[in-house]
């Protein structure tokens, strides 16, 4: 106890020293706080747009094009945990024509139950019902593209070169660019009607709870369809060239900001080590009267540990009113101009709010071994010859 309030006593005696040293601490947490919040938020709306109309494991038959056989699959796969929905659908390349525009887009063929239950489609305009055969959703990027509202009716050129009046029942918007600008949705059964095969797929997508843990709902589908008829693959095996670049992205951003906090720890060394230079004669008469080496040790631990802790508890503060302030002049300037996004996105875990401020804690704590092992070390003869 006497220790710690000695250890009070000389941090508030230098004060311009001790504030800056916290500041510094705050400020390199706030900065990691802050910059992997927006990080992971961004992160976590690029997948959440991905996925919107990307299935998290895909089931393609590797015999032929089109496999009748589909209703069995989704049979055998609806069973297995975690999974929340199976699409089947029918992919093609098409062209879209509307008073004299014409551009190529994917056509999509989902069942309208899929399409208002299990796709979470965020309508903009218009509904997400289908279930009239000649029913269409474009994507907003399409419809300012191509001029195109809610009611207007176009032509759809098949691959099989076969046209098809339908009328757009809603405008969506994922947030990923390239689906909004290039991707149409219309019932199943027209695209199977147009393709003359009957009642076949070209694909089943399957939707999950925990698209980020597919590894095990992936090996179950594989012992569900044991044969070398379907080629089974994850949104991660999909996608592993754009994850890879995103966490290698999140590494560097980490390092960068571990060395910042290690700067800023590195400050609160120099200032006890100032502290130790200008209390020699202290640490000779504590030492004089009986204080042990520990003794010194921790009184000069405890300082750097004071200054950490408030520096980690200002962090706690300006962290929140920062990433406020950032949201707000987002939303005011930037939002839905340059970054095709209404709101900055933000999230942090638990989990990883901790590991920072357990690490803030433990490099703060490892700035303090030199300087108090330093007091710890001087004679008491010596230290009362200082000055």
Same mark, same amino acid.
């Given at each position: 106890m006497v220790e710690f309030f000695i250890a009070i006593r000389h941090v508030l005696e230098r004060k311009f020293q001790s504030i800056f040293s916290i500041l510094g601490v705050a400020i390199a947490v706030t900065v990691f706080v802050v910059?992997?919040?927006? /990080?992971?938020?961004?992160?976590?709306?690029?997948?959440?747009?991905?996925?919107?109309? /990307?299935?998290?494991?895909?089931?393609? !038959?590797t015999k032929? =094009?089109?496999?009748? *056989? &589909?209703?069995?699959?989704?049979?055998k796969t609806k069973g297995i945990k975690d999974v929340k929905a199976v699409i089947p659908q029918i992919n093609s390349q098409s062209i879209i024509k509307f008073d004299n525009f014409a551009k190529g887009v994917l056509a999509k063929g989902i069942d309208a139950e899929n399409v208002k239950n299990d796709l979470n489609?965020?309508? +903009?305009?218009? *509904?997400?019902?289908?279930?009239?055969?000649n029913s269409i959703?474009?994507?907003?990027?399409? !419809?300012?593209?191509?001029?195109?509202?809610?009611?207007?009716?176009? !032509?759809?050129? /098949?691959?099989? *070169?076969?046209?098809?009046?339908?009328?757009?029942?809603?405008?969506f918007k994922t947030g990923f660019l390239d689906y909004d600008a290039n991707l149409i949705i219309?019932?199943?059964?027209?695209?199977?009607?147009?393709?003359?095969?009957?009642?076949?797929?070209?694909?089943?997508?399957?939707?999950?709870? =925990?698209?980020?843990?597919?590894?095990? +709902?992936?090996?179950?589908?594989?012992?569900?369809?044991?044969?070398? =008829?379907?080629?089974?693959?994850?949104?991660k095996t999909i996608n592993q060239n754009l994850l890879s670049a995103v966490h290698f992205e999140k590494f560097v951003l980490i390092?960068?900001?571990?060395?910042?906090?290690?700067?800023?720890?590195? $400050?609160? !060394?120099?200032?006890? =080590?100032?502290?130790?230079r200008e209390k020699i004669k202290d640490i000779g008469i504590l030492k004089s009267i009986g204080y042990t080496n520990s003794h010194i040790r921790n009184i000069f631990t405890i300082e750097g540990l004071i200054i950490g802790v408030s520096g980690m508890i200002l962090a706690s503060i300006f962290s929140p009113v920062i990433l406020l302030v950032l949201k707000q002049l987002f939303k005011m300037y930037l939002g839905n101009s340059y970054y095709y996004l209404e709101e900055l996105p933000l999230y942090i875990s638990v989990k990883e709010l901790l590991i920072? &401020?357990?690490?803030?804690?433990?490099?703060?704590?490892? /700035?303090?071994? &030199?300087?108090?092992?330093?007091?710890?070390?001087?004679?008491?003869?010596? $230290?009362?010859? &200082?000055?």
């Amino acid at each position: 106890m006497v220790e710690f309030f000695i250890a009070i006593r000389h941090v508030l005696e230098r004060k311009f020293q001790s504030i800056f040293s916290i500041l510094g601490v705050a400020i390199a947490v706030t900065v990691f706080v802050v910059s992997l919040t927006v /990080s992971n938020g961004l992160e976590k709306n690029m997948i959440t747009s991905l996925l919107t109309l /990307s299935p998290h494991i895909q089931i393609k !038959s590797t015999k032929e =094009n089109f496999f009748e *056989n &589909y209703k069995d699959v989704i049979e055998k796969t609806k069973g297995i945990k975690d999974v929340k929905a199976v699409i089947p659908q029918i992919n093609s390349q098409s062209i879209i024509k509307f008073d004299n525009f014409a551009k190529g887009v994917l056509a999509k063929g989902i069942d309208a139950e899929n399409v208002k239950n299990d796709l979470n489609l965020r309508i +903009v305009k218009g *509904n997400s019902n289908i279930s009239e055969l000649n029913s269409i959703l474009i994507g907003e990027g399409l !419809s300012k593209e191509m001029k195109l509202k809610v009611g207007d009716e176009l !032509s759809l050129v /098949s691959a099989e *070169n076969k046209e098809l009046k339908l009328i757009v029942r809603g405008i969506f918007k994922t947030g990923f660019l390239d689906y909004d600008a290039n991707l149409i949705i219309i019932p199943l059964k027209t695209m199977q009607i147009l393709g003359e095969q009957g009642e076949v797929a070209t694909e089943i997508g399957i939707k999950t709870g =925990n698209p980020q843990k597919i590894e095990e +709902v992936e090996a179950e589908v594989h012992g569900k369809l044991q044969n070398d =008829n379907f080629s089974i693959v994850s949104w991660k095996t999909i996608n592993q060239n754009l994850l890879s670049a995103v966490h290698f992205e999140k590494f560097v951003l980490i390092a960068i900001l571990s060395l910042l906090l290690m700067v800023a720890c590195f $400050a609160v !060394s120099v200032i006890l =080590n100032m502290i130790v230079r200008e209390k020699i004669k202290d640490i000779g008469i504590l030492k004089s009267i009986g204080y042990t080496n520990s003794h010194i040790r921790n009184i000069f631990t405890i300082e750097g540990l004071i200054i950490g802790v408030s520096g980690m508890i200002l962090a706690s503060i300006f962290s929140p009113v920062i990433l406020l302030v950032l949201k707000q002049l987002f939303k005011m300037y930037l939002g839905n101009s340059y970054y095709y996004l209404e709101e900055l996105p933000l999230y942090i875990s638990v989990k990883e709010l901790l590991i920072i &401020y357990i690490v803030a804690f433990a490099v703060v704590f490892i /700035s303090t071994i &030199y300087p108090a092992a330093r007091a710890a070390k001087m004679k008491p003869v010596e $230290a009362l010859k &200082y000055e």
